[in-house]
């Protein structure tokens, strides 16, 4: 009976070897906790960023300043030139788009209601309660970063709305983020540079 407790402690102690530091298997996930724990206590953010929205037929890339605060979400435009200057502003689930008195709705990517104008509060929203089904360290170009994917627990992968994000390892900056539907990206955002407050 002895013998066989031996080469049982023996067996997983080769498995738990085999699969690395029980640390490192979990540092990703503990790290995406505390994570969470930064951004629920924030107010909001502000960042400057370049954005892709993809509507399938047609594809827009613009750069933006950004800034979250209060329920409002306020993005200007810096790049392409041809739209620099124009405002769009987010209260709620109501976007527009401000120029020189002019005021444009902002299309919708899918039936609840994300547009490129709600695409840093979705982030926000996922990184502060989204459903963690998986998070790992990756090289994000020359930074360490913690790339942390949510979705809904009940939809099969590949289904729904699927957020993925990247944050820098060392400061818990965002640096990237991008948001599908049913498979495909329909939002990209590179953070140039990003505050949480």
Same mark, same amino acid.
């Given at each position: ?30 790290? =995406? &906790? ?9 107010? !909001? #953010? @502000?960042? +400057? %960023? ?71 509060? =979705? &982030? ?9 089904? !998986? #998070? @790992?360290? +990756? %090289? ?58």
């Amino acid at each position: 009976m002895r013998r066989s407790r031996v080469i049982c402690v023996l067996m997983i102690t080769l498995l738990l070897t085999a699969c690395g530091p029980v640390g490192e298997e979990h540092g990703p996930l503990e790290q =995406a &906790l505390a994570l969470r724990g930064e951004y629920l206590a924030s107010e !909001g #953010c @502000t960042a +400057e %960023m370049e954005v892709t929205a993809d509507y399938g037929q047609r594809v827009y890339t613009y750069t933006v300043a950004v800034t979250v605060f209060g329920g409002q979400t306020t993005l200007r435009v810096i790049a392409p030139e041809e739209v620099a200057g124009f405002t769009a502003r987010l209260d709620g689930t109501q976007g527009s788009i401000e120029y020189d008195s002019a005021v444009l709705e902002t299309g919708e990517l899918s039936p609840d209601g994300l547009t490129p104008l709600s695409a840093v509060p =979705a &982030l926000l929203e996922a990184a502060r309660s989204g459903f963690i089904g !998986g #998070c @790992t360290r +990756e %090289m994000l170009g020359e930074r360490t970063a913690l790339r942390v994917q949510c979705h809904d627990p009940a939809a099969e992968p590949g289904t729904g709305r699927e957020t993925t994000l990247w944050f820098d390892a060392d400061s818990h900056v965002l640096l990237r983020g991008e948001i599908s539907l049913d498979g495909r990206r329909v939002i990209t955002c590179e953070f140039l540079e990003f505050i949480l407050s």
